[in-house]
């Protein structure tokens, strides 16, 4: 009866509930134990994702980045190439050889980037050789401006040819863009899950923690404290973060901004926080942005690459990149911003670029046809009016032999010296006329370009100035010349020009000299010279040696109509040639013609 009411004991004097109280402190201190443990590694596991998560979008939007500015170095390098085959200007290459050295940069930063992403990676590689031969293609436009002059390099911009390779470099760009948001969608579909994993996890281990949390407070003060310190480590994630990360209600207000607020958009965070986003949202972008807000809210759904504006303190607008999440639990909205305004900047350049560039080339193609036009009506009033000038010239010759036997010995010295002019101005009225037709037969006529000897066209234009050279005893020296692309009857015009022209200026000289001969190469051609030591120029005139009807001296001092040497430039242009001379007065001339070489590679200093 004593020990009636009396608790258990044991073996060692102890009350038995104590062992069970023990026990169960035991066992609530184990599985307490468990489920802080399993807390943690939840707890760690989710931050480790979310760190990968996080590095991988930064990836994804680094090879996007890296993309936009290729795109926006081949529209430089377009713009670059179209200024120089308009202007010719060397400076406008210096800029294009910039922008084509910052695409290959940045195909080897994609390359780079993509490299753990077998897709990316696979597009990428693909994508390096074609924009190498676009960069080649836009550069092989600048070699033929630069050989071949303005119409040659207009003809090669004009070449829809390149257009299937410009078509699959877009489709390229176009496969990354769907290869990368396919892999965030797959990415994000993974984190969901991994959430939505640990959510489930988590509840039950709360539950099984919270029932014996009374025999582990000591346990769970060590976890409180291994908590606090994983949110230390998240909180300073969440304020060295370069990206915009808030929090906000479905009352569109923020609760929660990181100090890269501060930054992107110049406002302290107390004048952002608890005020309604769409007051900084530009006004063009408002109605979208509620729209989206709403959607989260009735839906739960993510967002992914949204984009709007919003209000600096400045009052400029920034271009933002949303990624985010609602919890329609807690009635919030989790997202992360990225400052993409340089990126958008650039893709503006790059329409603005591509419309000039439109512009540009429109109005070349009008200066073409306005220049094609006139040039045609040129050459017809020029050819209309060699014919037309002939009858009447016939009427004068022909009139003057009829009075020149009609009246016969009746003239006098005087008048006989009046029909002998009015004959000698119709001769030369006549090689005047057939020399405009030839001129204006070579700008009609179609050029049969093949590999021509030089050697051979100057010997075959010798035997038609065979006589003169013997007869004034002239030392003709002809050095070995180089093998040309070109139209071997034009050139024997050419030559016979320049050598009729050496010739006739070397008449006041008792030892007449011309020499044929080769000189260093220009541009990728090869350069031929014929120089004589005859009554040469003053270098000051040299731009009127080359015009229609323009001689720098008079016709009794040497014969000529003023049209050779305007013929011997058209068809050296023809051939994509240059034509230009230097000389001095009382010390001789020399004539310079660059032609293409039959062989480009042949060409002495082109490489």
């Known amino acids: 009866a004593g020990g009636a009411g009396r608790r258990p004991v044991t073996r060692a004097g102890e009350p038995a509930s104590l062992r069970r109280e023990a026990a169960l402190t035991t066992g609530g201190l184990v599985l307490a134990s468990f489920g802080i443990v399993m807390a943690l590694l939840l707890g760690e596991r989710a931050a480790r994702i979310q760190r990968e998560w996080a590095g991988q979008v930064t990836q994804i939007l680094d090879i996007r980045g890296a993309t936009y500015a290729l795109r926006a170095s081949l529209a430089d390098m377009e713009r670059w190439q179209r200024l120089y085959v308009l202007g010719g200007d060397a400076a406008d290459l210096g800029p294009f050889y910039e922008a084509a050295g910052a695409a290959r940069e940045r195909i080897a930063r994609i390359r780079e980037l993509a490299r753990d992403n077998p897709v990316q990676r696979a597009l990428g590689e693909a994508l390096a050789p074609l924009v ?65 994993r640990r959510q489930r996890i988590q509840t039950v281990t709360v539950v099984v923690t919270i029932g014996f949390m009374a025999a582990a407070l000591a346990v769970f003060a060590r976890f409180a404290s291994a908590r606090r310190r994983a949110q230390e480590e998240r909180d300073r994630g969440f304020l060295l973060s370069q990206d915009l990360i808030c929090r906000a209600d479905f009352e569109g207000r923020f609760v929660e901004l990181n100090p890269a607020w ?51 303190r400045d009052g400029s607008y920034r271009v933002l990149q949303w990624s985010a999440t609602p919890n329609l639990a807690e009635r919030m909205v989790y997202a992360t911003a990225r400052d993409i305004t340089p990126l958008h900047e650039a893709e503006e350049e790059l329409r603005r670029s591509e419309e000039r560039s439109r512009l540009l080339n429109e109005e070349l193609q009008q200066s073409v046809d306005e220049l094609t036009s006139v040039n045609q009506e040129l050459e017809a009033f020029t050819y209309s009016v060699s014919h037309d000038l002939r009858a009447p010239l016939r009427h004068i010759s022909g009139f003057s032999e009829l009075l020149e036997r009609h009246v016969g010995s009746a003239l006098d010295e005087k008048g006989k010296r009046y029909l002998g002019t009015i004959g000698a101005a119709v001769v030369r009225m006549g090689m005047l006329i057939d020399d405009l037709l030839m001129f204006s037969r070579i700008g009609r006529g179609e050029l049969h370009a093949g590999p021509v000897r030089l050697d051979d066209v100057v010997q075959a234009v010798l035997p038609e100035l065979g006589q003169e050279i013997a007869r004034r005893k002239v030392r003709l020296e002809l050095r070995p010349l180089p093998v040309v692309h070109g139209d071997s009857a034009l050139l024997q015009v050419v030559f016979a020009n ?110």
């Open 262 to 312: 501060e930054r992107t958009l110049g406002y302290s965070l107390d004048e952002i926080l608890g005020r309604p986003f769409l007051e900084l949202v530009h006004p063009d972008d408002r109605e979208r942005t509620a729209a989206e807000s709403q959607r989260q809210e009735r839906e739960g759904t993510h967002t992914i690459h949204f984009v709007n504006r919003y209000r600096h």
């Open 132 to 196: 190498a031969r676009r960069v080649a293609r836009l550069d092989s436009v600048i070699a033929v401006r630069r050989a071949r002059g303005f119409e040659a390099a207009r003809q090669a911009v004009l070449n829809r040819e390149w257009l299937p390779l410009a078509d699959s470099i877009s489709a390229h760009f176009e496969a990354m863009r769907q290869a990368e948001d396919s892999l965030l969608q797959t990415r994000q579909a993974s984190w969901d899950a991994a959430v939505r």
């Open 498 to 607: 320049l050598l009729s022209n050496a010739l006739k200026y070397t008449r006041p000289r008792e030892e007449p000299r011309v020499e044929v001969g080769t000189d260093a190469a220009r541009d990728g051609r090869v350069v031929v010279f014929v120089r004589d030591n005859g009554v040469g120029f003053d270098m000051q005139y040299v731009g009127k040696l080359f015009g229609v009807f323009q001689r720098l001296h008079s016709p009794e001092e040497f014969e000529g109509t003023g049209i050779g040497l305007a013929t011997v430039q058209r068809i050296v242009h023809k051939h994509a040639g240059l034509v230009w001379a230097e000389g001095a007065v009382e010390k001789g001339a020399t004539f310079y013609v660059a032609l293409p070489p039959a062989d480009p590679t042949s060409a002495p200093g082109v490489t």
